[in-house]
């Protein structure tokens, strides 16, 4: 889920700009009072480190689609990047005193159901999925990271980094269309599919977990407006196309 790329217009996010109030600076000590954000906090860190475990995991089944044996070795590098995201998520989890199996549980269906629906069929899609789709989700919780608390925000933008998936991927996706010129038709196509599944099931995600649904509408932490949801996905939009436009396809 998270092998993504920071997107261009990143210093235009919420987690940058200067100056936190309310829960977003206070530290987890103190912000964790409130059984209700912590609850939130929970089902974000279990979303993520059940993201990040199946991110490793497509991963290493992407690595049997590679055509050479320096792109397999690569892919099983990011591989284990993401494994070590999930073990710093898993560590946090107990660390507050909360089973990470448990936590995690509640979202094993909805990301096992993207997956399902957005297997790829081929190299060309693992490496587009990886780099538009999963970036996609990372750019949602790095907007939710910036209502968190001190502790919390660090953690979620830590295992947000990308893993080095983001240049190989638009390397290998533009040389494919040099090569031919029709891949990128098939590509652009799978891509757009991808931003609606990858947007569909972050709204399936926040829409089960009611402390997490109340905090990004400001019932707890300072959440979104409704003008700020709006501004919010104008913002992942962005990066999106931006990402379509360094792979070399129409967004």
Same mark, same amino acid.
């Given at each position: ?17 200067? !100056?936190?109030?309310?829960? *977003? ?25 059940? !993201?990040?475990?199946?991110? @490793? ?17 690569? $892919? *099983?590098?990011?591989? =284990?990047?993401?494994?070590?995201? @999930? ?6 989890? *107990? ?14 269906? %909805?990301?096992?159901? #993207? ?6 069929? +081929?190299?060309?899609? !693992? ?7 999963? =970036? ?12 968190? &608390?001190? &502790?919390?925000? *660090?953690?979620?933008?830590?295992? $947000? &980094? +990308?893993?080095?998936? /983001?240049? #190989? ?14 891949? /990128?038709?098939? $590509? ?7 931003? /609606?599944?990858?947007? =569909?099931? =972050?709204?399936?995600?926040? %829409? &089960? ?6 905090? $990004?509408?400001?019932?707890?932490? +300072? /959440? @979104? ?7 919010? @996905? ?18």
């Amino acid at each position: 889920m998270t092998s993504s790329d920071k997107p261009d217009n990143a210093e235009d996010t919420p987690e940058t700009s200067a !100056g936190h109030t309310g829960v *977003a600076a206070m530290d987890w000590a103190a912000a964790s009072a409130d059984p209700q954000y912590r609850a939130a906090v929970v089902d974000l860190l279990g979303a993520l480190a059940y !993201g990040e475990l199946a991110a @490793f995991e497509r991963l290493a089944e992407d690595a049997k689609l590679a055509p050479t044996l320096s792109d397999k070795a690569e $892919l *099983a590098k990011m591989a =284990s990047a993401e494994f070590h995201h @999930f073990e710093r998520l898993r560590d946090r989890l *107990a660390e507050i005193g909360e089973e990470p199996t448990l936590a995690m549980e509640p979202f094993v269906a %909805a990301y096992d159901g #993207f997956h399902k629906q957005t297997a790829p069929s +081929d190299w060309l899609e !693992g490496l587009v999925k990886a780099y538009v789709g999963d =970036s996609i989700a990372s750019d949602f919780y790095r907007e939710v990271a910036a209502r968190l &608390d001190s &502790d919390s925000r *660090a953690l979620v933008l830590a295992v $947000l &980094d +990308d893993t080095g998936h /983001g240049g #190989f991927a638009v390397e290998k996706v533009r040389a494919a269309i040099d090569a031919d010129p029709r891949v /990128g038709g098939r $590509l652009a196509l799978w891509a757009r599919r991808l931003m /609606g599944e990858a947007l =569909s099931q =972050s709204q399936r995600v926040v %829409a &089960d977990r009611d402390a997490l649904s109340t905090m $990004l509408v400001g019932g707890v932490a +300072d /959440g @979104f407006d409704l003008a700020e949801v709006g501004r919010m @996905f104008s913002r992942i939009t962005e990066a999106h196309t931006k990402r379509m436009a360094a792979l070399g396809l129409a967004a």
